[in-house]
């Protein structure tokens, strides 16, 4: 993989938090990371976020003051690991003046606004969102139908099989897409045939492969995958890179780097999602004879 500096169209993704139900600690842990799901996904310079988890508030460290004053969060649903993030996100907590949006699809086309109100607030949590110096706006969607921003950004959506459901994104910018398929647990025909489409050609997709195969059976109907059947579709889908991600926190460093090598046997171009690993993919729409011959996949560094 190639070490180079993104030109300012390119779609970007960065890893914040790659694992799923609970957080992970301890020196077995350090090469994937701790953090639960969320992604910092740069379309040129528009930013959205993929998922709140525990991993927002490192990403929101780093964004500090120099964050946008419109901020757009997806969340594929609900559930603690990918919200619990929310209220230690530090531009949440630095100006008045910035509003940050969370867009949710799997409630029928109810927003977050009333489970998220239920949750950070006395005795859960001592202080609600609405108490934050930014402001929060929260928008439902129905998963399934393009999302259209306020901007005129458009964002394909897709029901997941999840416990409550959860919303698949796929986020295309300048030819190039980045698909982010979390939580998720496969069907028993597979790969099922919607989310192929939905996937197929991405350059990236980030895929819930929390178990393997092996482990599967005990996990049956817990609403989560594995990295096999994340190759399965990857590969029956022409997807060019796969991201294994919602990593189970009982698997430590080494297990992960095993598992990893097993899997690139398969599928070269696949790996274990690591904490601060980023992604550029260069345009490719408008100069397509000078970036064809060039990696699908180039990253940028980081852990
Ligand atoms: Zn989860
Ligand atoms: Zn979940």
């Not at 988890?53 to 609900?78: N, Q, R, V, W, Y």
């Not at 009333?114 to 950070?120: A, G, Q």
């Not at 459901?165 to 099922?192: K, L, Q």
Request: glycine residues 10%; proline residues 6%.
């Amino acid at each position: 993989m190639i070490r180079r500096v993104a030109s300012s169209d390119a779609l970007r993704v960065r890893f914040w938090g790659i694992r799923g139900s609970t957080c992970a600690s301890g020196p077995q842990f350090v090469e994937f990371g701790s953090h639960t799901p969320c992604i910092e996904v740069r379309c040129g310079e528009r930013l959205f976020i993929l998922d709140a988890g525990t991993g927002l508030s490192a990403f929101g460290s780093e964004l500090g003051a120099s964050a946008p004053d419109k901020i757009d969060i997806l969340l594929s649903h609900l559930h603690l690991d990918h919200i619990s993030g929310l209220p230690f996100f530090k531009p949440a907590l630095l100006a008045k003046e910035r509003v940050i949006r969370t867009y949710c699809g799997n409630l029928d086309g109810e927003s977050a606004m009333e489970p998220l109100n239920r949750i950070f607030a006395p005795p859960l949590f001592p202080v609600r969102l609405g108490q934050l110096p930014a402001r929060f706006e929260h928008h439902g969607f129905k998963a399934g139908e393009p999302l259209i921003l306020d901007d005129g950004a458009r964002i394909e959506t897709h029901l997941l099989n999840h416990p409550g459901g959860a919303t698949g994104f796929r986020i295309s910018h300048r030819g190039r897409s980045v698909c982010y398929i979390s939580d998720v647990e496969h069907s028993d025909a597979w790969p099922d045939p919607g989310l192929k489409h939905f996937v197929r050609d991405a350059d990236l997709m980030i895929f819930d492969g929390m178990f393997s195969d092996a482990e599967y059976s005990y996990c049956r109907g817990w609403g989560h995958s594995t990295w096999q059947k994340g190759v399965e579709l990857a590969q029956s889908a022409g997807v060019k890179a796969l991201a294994i991600f919602h990593l189970y926190p009982g698997h430590d460093d080494g297990f992960l780097k095993a598992a990893e090598a097993e899997m690139q046997v398969v599928m070269p171009t696949a790996f274990m999602a690591r904490e601060r690993q980023s992604f550029i993919f260069e345009p490719v729409e408008d100069n397509l004879d000078m970036n064809c011959s060039e990696p699908a996949l180039a990253q940028a560094g980081g852990g």
